[in-house]
């Protein structure tokens, strides 16, 4: 629960945020309604990828990166799609 109160502490600084959270911590972002939300289907502890999968890896940064540059209200939970 942390990770959604420091974004939202983080926004009120001016720094923008995407917090990443796995499919089944997604009630949780749902109830601390962080900024802005990816939500991947990966493991705990691997929340952007599996070890050395690099691919898959760079594919989840690059869709925060894309979600924090395009979300246009705040609260918006996105599901990872690859590619």
């Known amino acids: 629960m942390s990770v959604g109160h420091t974004a939202r502490v983080l926004e009120e600084a001016g720094i923008s945020t995407v917090c990443v959270f796995i499919r089944a911590f997604r009630h949780e972002a749902q109830y601390?309604?962080?900024?802005?939300?990816?939500?991947?289907?990966h493991f705990l502890g691997r929340t952007i990828g599996p070890v050395w999968d690099t691919v898959r890896?760079?594919?989840?940064v690059l869709s925060a990166l894309r979600l924090l540059e395009?979300?246009?209200?705040p609260g918006i939970i996105q599901d990872f799609s690859p590619g």
Not at 32 to 41: A, E, G, H, I, N
Not at 57 to 60: A, D, H, L
Not at 70 to 73: L, V
């Open 57 to 60: 890896q760079r594919q989840v």
């Open 70 to 73: 395009g979300a246009r209200e």
């Open 32 to 41: 601390l309604k962080p900024p802005r939300t990816l939500v991947t289907p």
